[in-house]
């Protein structure tokens, strides 16, 4: 079955990693994606292990179903050819300032006389109405600006440190994809394109403030900021005898469960401070606490079999090393070994979406440097003595069949 956007030609211009998942996404769910690259080709081609240089992991996961085509864009001819391509194309996703567009020539307005119905999506740092609208943006970065790191040093021994994934580019990439379907939908029944900004910046601060903007929601204020669960020192895994649990007692039969579990029913109905759920909100630290003392007494296995048969939310933490081998994804066939063309048996993250009809699927594996540039271009008319005068230039790349 074709995907939810067979039919769908994509030009992307993203490098590293926030705008190649965000394609990366369309990809899985159908669309062709061309993805444009200087002759250097993108710099995350060099991030992690790697059998060939130029295709190390870190590119592999966040460049599958594109088409690899070489464009040196200073270079008149290239330039000529992306505006070809954009004549087909009804998305152009780019991940660099707006000012750098604006310097290749390629803003919205001139791109849109070219094609009314291209969709311009651009993933940068900060919404360009404000004073931050030219200053550079990364994951980190944008942790700091909306206060993450603070947070964790809040909860944890005082220093501020980022949170060890990518969670900004995965996130806003994520939010691009909703913008570009949402403008498909649109420009059905329209007929028009539009030109669509996704902060960064802008894009995480409710992340952050969702919860924790709390009594300042308020005017005048009805309390502080901050949602004291989350807060809580002692919202962490729980220590068992052999190891780490993760449990949320949250809701009210919860919490009486788990107090008759551990033999302490009748405290349950005398505890004040586990009336209700706003109580307990107050009072979680010191609940949190008394958790942690009781869940130091057993093994892992046998706190888990407890709150499985109370039904209380609990699962056992997991190590980067033991998350590759969880029994439940390797059921679900997340994990595939499959064979790359140039780089070998490697192991693939698969779509994780379940769809009746039109499911995402992986058809081409991550591109070589362009190897595609003569099939792209043999698609907008160019013949093979343009595509060897284009390469003899440097205004292509054509990887070695």
């Known amino acids: ?75 008149p001819a290239a330039h000529a050819a992306l505006l070809k391509l954009v004549a087909t194309a009804d998305v152009l996703v780019y991940n660099v300032r707006p000012q750098a567009m604006a310097r290749l020539g390629l803003t919205w307005a001139a791109l849109s006389a070219i094609n009314p119905r291209l969709i311009y999506v651009g993933t940068f740092g900060y919404g360009q109405q404000g004073p931050y609208a030219a200053k550079p943006a990364y994951d980190d970065l944008i942790q700091g600006a909306t206060g993450l790191p603070s947070l964790v040093a809040r909860v944890g021994d005082g220093v501020p440190r980022y949170v060890p994934i990518a969670m900004v580019d995965r996130t806003v990439g994520m939010a691009a994809v909703n913008a570009v379907c949402a403008a498909l939908y649109r420009r059905e029944k329209t007929g ?57 007692i949250y809701a009210d039969h919860h919490w009486r469960r788990f107090y008759e579990m551990i033999g302490r ?55 980067l090393e033991s998350l590759v081998g969880d029994p439940h994804l390797e059921a679900t066939g997340f994990f595939r070994l499959v064979e790359h063309p140039s780089e070998g048996l490697y192991r693939q993250m698969m779509p994780p979406a379940a769809w009746s009809e039109s499911p995402p699927s992986v058809r081409r594996h991550a591109p070589r440097l362009g190897e595609h540039s003569a099939e792209v271009l043999a698609e907008l008319g160019y013949d093979a003595a343009d595509i060897a005068t284009l390469a003899a230039s440097g205004a292509t790349r054509c990887a070695a069949a």
């Open 265 to 319: 029913g009748e405290e349950f109905t005398r505890d004040p401070r586990l009336a209700d759920i706003g109580t307990r909100t107050r009072h979680i630290e010191a609940l949190y606490a008394m958790i942690a003392e009781v869940l130091r007494t057993r093994d892992t296995a046998e706190w888990l079999a407890l709150f499985e048969a109370a039904d209380i939310p609990a699962m056992p933490l997991h190590t």
């Open 1 to 75: 079955m074709s995907g939810a956007l067979d039919g769908v030609r994509v030009i992307d211009l993203t490098t590293v990693l926030m705008g190649p998942f965000a394609t990366q996404l369309l990809g899985d769910l159908g669309a062709d994606v061309i993805k444009i690259e200087p002759p250097s080709g993108d710099s995350s081609r060099a991030l992690g292990p790697a059998r060939h240089s130029g295709m190390g992991a870190g590119f592999l996961h966040v460049n599958r179903n594109k088409r690899s085509v070489v464009l040196d864009l200073k270079q």
């Open 192 to 248: 028009v394109g539009q030109s669509i900004d996704v902060p960064m910046f802008e894009t995480m601060v409710p992340f952050l403030l969702g919860e924790h903007l709390a009594g300042a929601s308020f005017e005048p204020p009805l309390g502080e900021l901050g949602y004291p669960r989350m807060l809580a020192r002692e919202r962490t895994p729980f220590a068992t005898r052999d190891g780490y649990l993760c449990a949320l």
